[in-house]
T-cell receptor, first 111, second 112 residues
């Protein structure tokens, strides 16, 4: 069935370094790829998204890339700060109802 | 301010009790969802709704039920709570044509 695999499950970086989280999706009909950040005690929050007609999108220190041929998409966070510490979820949507979430990545940014 | 609200934030309840978790949104979103989040943080869809009087079961089997009588309100009910229902429950909403979700802050349920 439809599946989104997310790696790594845990990522620890030094403050100021970059962090990269990778996802792979199975449904070739997927055309919308959001990323969510979940801080402790809160619900996930949409931080950036990309549609299938775009290869890359940036918003300040975060960027997403999409390789439709390989069915890969990635989240890049540059100049990480302690407040970036959270759980990050990737997801894929076919344009209809269903959004498939990855299993999440716990990011720790060490000061 | 447009938002999505879940109450209560925390709930400890005895086995066999009936409970309702509340979810309301002020954004006029037609689609609403309930997710169960396990300790490993994975999100499991348990119910969803396309609009008023529309409800469907999600991927994860759940003993809960939902209703959608008003666009803004999507409560989840457990008729008889069990310890296996202990979890974090997240409500979300989205607008048709816009696939990003807005999540509530969640209800952490503990059944003792």
């Amino acid at each position: 069935g439809e599946n989104v695999e997310q790696h790594p499950s845990t990522l620890s970086v030094q403050e100021g370094d970059s962090a990269v989280i990778k996802c792979t999706y199975s449904d070739s009909a997927s055309n919308y790829f959001p990323w969510y950040k979940q801080e402790l005690g809160k619900g996930p929050q949409l931080i950036i998204d990309i549609r299938s007609n775009v290869g890359e999108k940036k918003d300040q220190r975060i960027a997403v890339t999409l390789n439709k041929t390989a069915k890969h998409f990635s989240l890049h966070i540059t100049e990480t700060q302690p407040e970036d510490s959270a759980v990050y979820f990737c997801a894929a949507n076919t344009g209809g109802f269903k959004t498939i979430f990855g299993a999440g990545t716990r990011l720790f940014v060490k000061a | 301010e447009a938002d999505i609200y879940q109450t209560p934030r925390y709930l400890v309840i005895g086995t066999g009790k009936k409970i309702t978790l509340e979810c309301s949104q002020t954004m006029g979103h037609d689609k609403m969802y309930w997710y169960q989040q396990d300790p490993g943080m994975e999100l499991h869809l348990i119910h969803y709704s396309y609009g008023v009087n529309s409800t469907e079961k999600g991927d994860l089997s759940s003993e809960s039920t939902v209703s959608r009588i008003r666009t803004e309100h999507f409560p989840l009910t457990l008729e008889s709570a069990r310890p296996s229902h202990t979890s974090q429950y997240l409500c979300a909403s989205s607008r048709t044509g816009d696939y990003g979700y807005t999540f509530g802050s969640g209800t952490r349920l503990t059944v003792v």
